[in-house]
């Protein structure tokens, strides 16, 4: 009898933690690109210097 309510729990739970991890996940990348752009930006500076 109590199987129910654990099923739907833990269902909705790993739903949440889904939707949490796809959103670190966005963190992540936004973090990448924007290390990605200050690293051309520092390689374009590095450049003209010479």
Known sequence: M???P???SSASTSA???KSE???LA???AQVKSMREELEHY???K???F
Do not use: C, G, H, K
């Open 47 to 49: 450049e003209e210097s």
């Open 27 to 29: 963190d992540l990348m």
């Open 22 to 24: 796809s959103s670190e």
């Open 16 to 18: 949440a933690s889904a």
């Open 6 to 8: 654990v099923a739907s």
């Open 43 to 45: 390689r374009a500076l």
């Open 2 to 4: 109590t199987s129910a």
